[in-house]
């Protein structure tokens, strides 16, 4: 909460100076090229993207037919390890303990790329073993005026927007759906997206993808917008907290 006051203080500058980003569907002077693929494509589709692992993942290892070198095994016939914490933690220093190999770090990888290096661990013990990784806590929050607000838990690398808004049952009848937010954190800073989803346009700037940890917002029509623009950036302060603030300051 160290940097509250300077999270405060950057709301308001957008308040008063009205964050000169470019609007979301005002037509830009080059016709060639949308005005969010060319400012904002950080906040677009990345044909290459794959989810890191981050510190306090929880991660599942399965090793087909050897549960002594499995933690929270898909491949067993009772699926629990939510329930009975059959998981591993990914410690403050980016790193879990491995049964058998102890120690390894994980932080940033890729699931393939710690998939490739438990398979190639196992592989000094096993002949062509299968193995399978999960992170389990893979989530988009989904908060403000849905019908059924909720944290979805996702599997699948690519999500959408209108797909994650079906999932939460479509909006309530209060919301405003021409400033829609999604929060998107990216290293110390804070990433917000406004996207209105009443304007004529491009679908593909409505239906924009939505990334684990995302944290997507529908306020109400009645609140005092801070920004209708496409980008905010809030820095040195985690998407949570800058939603929460969002939210209390401006009566989602």
């Known amino acids: 909460m160290k940097h509250l006051p300077l999270l405060i203080l950057s709301l308001s500058l957008c308040l008063l100076a009205g964050c000169k980003t470019q609007n979301l569907f005002v037509h830009a002077a080059d016709k060639d090229e949308h005005p969010v693929a060319a400012a904002y494509s950080l906040l677009l589709y990345d044909p290459d993207y794959q989810y890191t692992i981050r510190k306090d993942d929880k991660i599942s290892i399965s090793v087909w037919g050897h549960d002594d070198l499995s933690v929270g095994s898909t491949?067993?016939?009772?699926?629990?390890?939510?329930?009975?914490?059959?998981?591993?933690?990914?410690?403050?220093?980016?790193?879990?303990?491995?049964?058998?190999?102890?120690?390894?770090?994980?932080?940033?990888?890729?699931?393939?790329?710690?998939?490739?290096?438990?398979?190639?661990?196992?592989?000094?013990?096993?002949?062509?073993?299968?193995?399978?990784?999960?992170?389990?806590?893979?989530?988009?929050?989904?908060?403000?005026?849905?019908?059924?607000?909720?944290?979805?838990?996702?599997?699948k690398e690519k999500n959408y927007l209108l797909d994650l808004v079906a999932r939460a049952g479509g909006f309530d009848a209060?919301?405003?759906k021409s400033c829609i937010k999604i929060f998107r954190q990216r290293g110390e800073d804070t990433h917000i997206i406004t996207v209105d989803l009443t304007a004529k346009g491009d679908y593909r700037y409505k239906n924009l993808p939505v990334?684990?940890?995302?944290?997507?917002?529908?306020?109400?029509?009645?609140?005092?917008?801070?920004?209708?623009?496409?980008?905010?950036?809030?820095?040195?302060?985690?998407?949570?907290?800058?939603?929460?603030?969002?939210?209390?300051?401006?009566?989602?």
């Open 75 to 155: 491949y067993g016939i009772y699926n629990s390890n939510e329930v009975y914490g059959k998981w591993l933690m990914v410690d403050p220093e980016g790193a879990i303990e491995v049964p058998r190999f102890g120690n390894m770090e994980v932080e940033n990888m890729t699931i393939l790329e710690l998939k490739r290096r438990i398979k190639d661990s196992v592989s000094t013990l096993l002949l062509n073993p299968i193995v399978d990784i999960k992170v389990l806590n893979r989530e988009i929050t989904l908060m403000g005026e849905f019908k059924a607000p909720a944290v979805v838990k996702i599997d």
């Open 174 to 176: 209060y919301a405003n």
């Open 211 to 252: 990334y684990p940890g995302d944290i997507v917002i529908a306020p109400s029509r009645g609140y005092k917008e801070f920004d209708r623009r496409v980008s905010v950036i809030i820095p040195f302060t985690s998407a949570m907290t800058a939603s929460a603030i969002f939210l209390g300051a401006f009566g989602g």
